[in-house]
């Protein structure tokens, strides 16, 4: 038996062909799995009695279950979801003005090592696959519908446990299953991947055509520093991170964020924003400064807001566009750079 919700549109039409069916069925199955979000075969009443019995009998419709859910006091959500194997992620919901972002695993722990990371402590067991992402949007869907919350997930980052480029090939197909105006139809640019750095990776994404957001962690502008916080930085150094970037800013047209994690005397003097301004220089990218959240595994405290004030002033007198990323799920431990899963499975 096969998980239907592994197919994105195009595999999912030639399997209906290898099932001697006409191709249009998968326009209508992503129809019922993703627009009316119905996971029961029995409920898709406009195919027949036969197909229906026909997919019963080759197909399962399988979610991850939910294990624990918390609400933050901000309607943060964060799930806890158990996946075929036992294994467990995390995923949550962002209450942004403009939308609902889920933050979605891509790995079950991670191998990148950064260091003030709490969803890396766990090594990186397995990537997910597409079914398993797909699975964290719809379960988050489910579990609004049963509180009553009217709204649905609208956006999208894949910042979650996991470099999303360690699994590169699964990641591009959920983007593109999300993204399929027959499925959830979310926007492409309501759509952000989240990178610490894989080089090769970089490339091959500016060359496949999407308008997805890309986001890249910095979070130092020097190599020394950068290394200690960033081991992948000891394969793929600040230059070469720049170089991809020129070339995806040239192949694509559009604008890429750099995470800036604002850590207490490590990486937020006014030197550091200088370094930060000379190496995005005339990129056309932003920056997005996130606050740390301070976890008991890790002795990195988070920035004076006095000092993120200054850090942020020395970016706007040097041309630089910046944020400051509003917290969340503060309470619950949702906030980014702390899903962790509480159980490895
Ligand atoms: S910050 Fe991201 S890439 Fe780095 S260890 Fe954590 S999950 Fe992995």
Same mark, same amino acid.
């Given at each position: 038996?096969?998980?239907?919700?592994?197919?994105?549109?195009?595999?999912?039409?030639?399997?209906?062909?290898?099932?001697?069916?006409?191709?249009?069925?998968?326009?209508?199955?992503?129809?019922?799995?993703?627009?009316?979000?119905?996971?029961?075969?029995?409920?898709?009443?406009?195919?027949?009695?036969?197909?229906?019995?026909?997919?019963?009998?080759?197909?399962?419709?399988?979610?991850?279950?939910?294990?624990?859910?918390?609400?933050?006091?901000?309607?943060?959500?964060?799930?806890?979801?158990?996946?075929?194997?036992?294994?467990?992620?995390?995923?949550?919901?962002?209450?942004?003005?403009?939308?609902?972002?889920?933050?979605?695993?891509?790995?079950?722990?991670?191998?990148? /090592?950064?260091?003030?990371?709490?969803?890396? *402590? &766990?090594? %990186?067991?397995? =990537?997910? $696959?597409?079914?398993?992402?797909?699975?964290?949007?719809?379960?988050?869907?489910?579990?609004?519908?049963?509180?009553?919350?009217?709204?649905?997930?609208?956006?999208?980052?894949?910042?979650?446990?996991?470099?999303?480029?360690?699994?590169?090939?699964?990641?591009?197909?959920?983007?593109?299953?999300?993204?399929?105006?027959?499925?959830?139809?979310?926007?492409?640019?309501?759509?952000?991947?989240?990178?610490?750095?894989?080089?090769?990776?970089?490339?091959?994404?500016?060359?496949?055509?999407?308008?997805?957001?890309?986001?890249?962690?910095?979070?130092?502008?020097?190599?020394?520093?950068?290394?200690?916080?960033?081991?992948?930085?000891?394969?793929?150094?600040?230059?070469?991170?720049?170089?991809?970037?020129?070339?995806?800013?040239?192949?694509? /047209?559009?604008?890429?964020?750099?995470?800036? *994690? &604002?850590? %207490?005397?490590? =990486?937020? $003097?006014?030197?550091?924003?200088?370094?930060?301004?000379?190496?995005?220089?005339?990129?056309?990218?932003?920056?997005?400064?996130?606050?740390?959240?301070?976890?008991?595994?890790?002795?990195?405290?988070?920035?004076?807001?006095?000092?993120?004030?200054?850090?942020?002033?020395?970016?706007?007198?040097?041309?630089?566009?910046?944020?400051?990323?509003?917290?969340?799920?503060?309470?619950?431990?949702?906030?980014?750079?702390?899903?962790?899963?509480?159980?490895?499975?």
């Amino acid at each position: 038996m096969k998980n239907l919700y592994a197919f994105d549109f195009e595999s999912l039409k030639e399997e209906m062909v290898l099932l001697g069916e006409k191709p249009y069925r998968a326009k209508q199955l992503f129809q019922w799995l993703y627009q009316k979000e119905i996971d029961d075969f029995s409920l898709m009443s406009d195919l027949s009695l036969t197909f229906r019995a026909l997919l019963k009998e080759k197909y399962f419709l399988g979610k991850p279950t939910i294990s624990d859910t918390q609400i933050a006091s901000d309607n943060t959500i964060k799930l806890l979801v158990e996946l075929n194997d036992g294994h467990k992620v995390e995923t949550a919901l962002l209450r942004y003005r403009y939308g609902n972002a889920l933050c979605v695993s891509t790995q079950v722990g991670c191998n990148m /090592n950064c260091s003030f990371c709490a969803s890396g *402590l &766990l090594k %990186k067991q397995r =990537n997910l $696959s597409v079914e398993e992402m797909v699975g964290q949007l719809l379960v988050m869907n489910d579990f609004l519908k049963s509180i009553n919350d009217e709204e649905k997930v609208s956006h999208v980052v894949l910042m979650g446990t996991g470099e999303p480029f360690d699994n590169y090939e699964n990641v591009l197909r959920f983007v593109r299953l999300i993204n399929h105006p027959f499925g959830l139809a979310l926007g492409a640019r309501k759509i952000t991947i989240s990178t610490c750095g894989l080089v090769p990776q970089i490339y091959q994404f500016a060359d496949e055509g999407l308008q997805v957001n890309l986001a890249i962690s910095l979070h130092a502008a020097n190599n020394k520093l950068r290394n200690q916080l960033m081991p992948i930085n000891k394969a793929y150094p600040l230059e070469k991170i720049k170089e991809a970037v020129e070339y995806y800013l040239l192949k694509t /047209n559009r604008r890429v964020t750099f995470e800036y *994690l &604002l850590l %207490k005397d490590i =990486n937020d $003097s006014i030197r550091d924003a200088h370094e930060l301004a000379n190496y995005i220089n005339n990129l056309q990218a932003y920056v997005n400064l996130i606050p740390y959240n301070e976890i008991k595994e890790k002795d990195y405290k988070r920035s004076e807001m006095s000092n993120v004030q200054i850090f942020q002033k020395v970016l706007t007198s040097r041309q630089v566009t910046s944020t400051l990323r509003k917290e969340f799920g503060y309470d619950i431990s949702a906030a980014c750079g702390q899903l962790r899963a509480k159980s490895s499975g």
